[in-house]
């Protein structure tokens, strides 16, 4: 069987003495950042990209990995005991997870959040296991016209499905591709946008720009308003086991929340955030009583946290089947892969396939041990929330420094992150969606070399995207996007236009 | 007639960066649809972000999202500056130096802060910064200004 001989490789490659170490980090961090109010997942993964350099790509990606699928896992707990979600995804987490810490019921919250993250994980991992090889066999037969046409879709998908205003996501998305244009044109050789500084001839330092952007910007934004001063409670084991009831009420909400999570994590800049709303939406709708939600119902926090962790890891399947991330996160996992020099697309399975079969296996060997993190060690995180942000801002903002210093020792690069942190507060204060630009900035590249090969190949006939039905697909889904997203903000407009003449 | 403050400046913005990148772009040559010269795609992206811009203006004028946050000058000033300062004296100081520097600045971006407990964070993080990077990592800093 070959399904045997992968796993096979695949543990062979996570349970190596390295690997299993960086995998353990990598969750332990993720669970750190995740229940720290105020510290986000793409600011602690581009903190410690420098720190991958060093070591071999399978281990690098095991890492980074694990702390975005470990943050899932601790986003949770801010959520449960204080209202104060840890990351995004765990926003909806507060509306049941608070009232069940006010009802006493805060251990039981968190073990069944930790329960159903896990579900959430080992279902999409499973579908990683059995739907992306086959995929990347199909992506082989991929020329430019399509690539061009995938990153179309997942670049409008991005800026479109963001949270926020959809024109602002397309102008961000854009001002990411500008970013990306600067630096020497791969088929010219000519210099754009480097107005003569030697420095950038290479490019931007991705790390800079995504520390700046969303490091320094999420300090600015948080400095004097993360109060996480009442967090007091104490967990005893006891507290957490769950009553029948509780079981019985969860297991159908975190199987439809992990295929709710599932199909949004594959979408191309969905994200794990609209992942937990959606499964929460759907849970009160099928719900028979939906009045007890808000109020600390089950199902309220077990859905949608298996949802936003089943997305976590789907994500994986466009990132390394056809190398096109959904979101931020896995732009930065594709961008660790290219400084170790595999290109990523649909050969990274047949090509390395060590890399794909030990993040497999690695990803269920952290979701085990998350498990162990989250369960027995419970009081040791709750400890941890109470760290004060006037202790932690600033070490945030050191480590982000000195990991940026380290990549090159060039302080230049420093000064970039001071002059990207600069603009991205001026974007958050603008409601410009910074994740969309940072996807922008890594396909941009891509984007232009595949459409320039595209129209090479065809003699500059604009027909060879329509003409190819691959392509053709893939750009009808992007008309029929863009022609949902107009149509559902009109009349959301219009109803929030009769609401106002009704009032005024 | 109305006009919303954040739509307006997100117009604005977004203009004047389309603008900046067309005006760069023009030099570089555009070529045909199928040689294409360096200055298509950039010339193209320029033009995307006028339209972009062009649309949210229009937006402005019609609909509101609320007043604008207001601007957080302190946090901004001194988070900024504890980085410019650390990109600035790490090479001629060493790490040491840097790191003293960064925290009190950083720590001042949040008024009424105890200095005790930045002296404390300065020290704990200092030493944190030597066992983590030098000693453990071996990672080449310049550690102390005379090292």
């Known amino acids: 069987m070959e399904l045997i001989d992968n796993l096979y490789l695949g543990f062979a490659t996570a349970l190596s003495f390295q690997n299993l170490m960086y995998c353990l980090l990598g969750v332990t961090i993720g669970m750190l950042i995740g229940v720290l109010p105020g510290v986000g997942n793409l600011a602690a993964i581009s903190m410690l990209l420098p720190l991958t350099f060093y070591v071999e790509p399978t281990t690098a990606l095991v890492l980074l990995a694990g702390i975005y699928y ?106 990411g591709l500008v970013l990306g244009l600067v630096g020497t044109d791969v088929t010219t050789g000519m210099q754009r946008f480097a107005f003569g500084v030697t420095y950038v001839y290479d490019g931007i330092n991705i790390v800079a720009l995504a520390m700046g952007l969303f490091g320094i910007t999420e300090v600015i934004a948080n400095v004097g308003r993360v109060d996480n001063s009442n967090a007091t409670k104490r967990i005893t084991l006891r507290s957490m086991l769950p009553t029948r009831d509780d079981v019985k009420r969860s297991l159908a909400p975190m199987l439809r929340g992990s295929a709710v999570g599932s199909g949004v994590g594959i979408l191309p800049g969905a994200g794990v955030a609209i992942a937990s709303f959606m499964a929460y939406a759907i849970e009160k709708r099928v719900a028979r009583d939906p009045s007890r939600f808000g109020k600390g119902a089950i199902e309220g926090i077990t859905a949608p946290e298996s949802a936003n962790n089943a997305a976590a890891q789907s994500a994986f399947i466009p990132t390394l089947t056809l190398g096109i991330p959904g979101d931020a996160v896995m732009a930065l996992m594709l961008g660790a892969l290219m400084i170790h020099g595999i290109a990523p697309g649909p050969t990274v399975i047949s090509e390395t396939p060590e890399i794909f079969w030990g993040l497999v296996a690695s990803f269920l060997i952290g979701n085990l041990i998350l498990l162990v993190l989250n369960i027995p060690f419970i009081s040791v995180w709750v400890s941890i929330l109470r760290i004060p942000y006037t202790i932690l801002f600033p070490s945030v903002i050191l480590f982000i420094v000195i990991g940026v210093y380290s990549i090159n020792n060039a302080h230049v690069d420093v000064l970039l992150v001071a002059a990207f942190g600069a603009m991205g ?80 | 007639m109305r006009v919303d403050t954040r739509e307006f400046l997100s117009s604005l913005t977004t203009l ?41 203006m229009v937006v402005s004028f019609k609909f509101t999202t609320g007043p604008l946050d207001e601007i957080r000058l302190r946090p901004l000033f001194f988070v900024l500056v504890s980085v410019v300062v650390f990109g600035l004296t790490i090479e001629p100081y060493g790490i040491i130096v840097a790191t003293s520097l960064l925290v009190i600045l950083a720590r001042l971006a949040q008024p009424g802060l105890p200095w005790l407990g930045t002296l404390l964070l300065l020290l704990v993080l200092s030493a944190m910064v030597y066992v983590i990077f030098i000693a453990v990592l071996g990672i080449p800093f310049r550690v102390f200004p005379w090292r």
């Not at chain 1, 595949?450 to 691959?470: A, D, H, Q, T, V």
């Open chain 1, 70 to 175: 470990g943050a899932q896992y601790g986003g949770s707990t801010a959520s449960i005991l204080l209202n104060l979600p840890g990351h995004p995804a765990a926003a909806v987490v507060c509306l049941d997870g608070y009232p069940m810490t006010r009802e006493g019921r805060a251990g039981v919250a968190l073990f069944m959040t930790t329960i159903a993250s896990f579900v959430g994980s080992a279902f999409a991992i499973v579908l990683l296991a059995a739907f992306a090889p086959p995929l990347a066999s199909i992506a082989l037969s991929f020329g430019a016209a399509e690539y061009f046409a995938i990153m179309v879709l997942g670049l409008v998908g991005a800026s479109l499905l963001a949270q926020g205003s959809p024109i602002k996501g397309v102008a961000s998305v854009i001002i």
């Open chain 1, 425 to 504: 507060y001026w974007l958050y204060l603008l409601k410009f969606e910074p994740a969309p630009l940072l996807l922008g900035f890594i396909l941009g590249p891509l984007l232009e070399e595949n459409f320039r090969r595209s129209l090479l190949i065809s003699r500059g006939e604009l027909g060879i995207f329509i003409e190819r039905p691959i392509s053709a697909t893939f750009l009808a889904l992007t008309v029929l996007l863009v022609a949902w997203t107009i149509i559902s903000s009109l009349r959301r407009r219009k109803r929030q236009f009769a609401s106002v003449e009704e009032a005024g």
């Open chain 2, 16 to 56: 004047l960066i389309g603008a900046g990148v067309l005006w760069e772009a023009s030099r570089y040559s555009v070529g045909s649809l199928y040689q294409m010269g360096p200055g298509f795609f950039p010339t193209a992206l320029g033009w995307l972000l006028i339209g972009a811009g062009g649309l949210m």
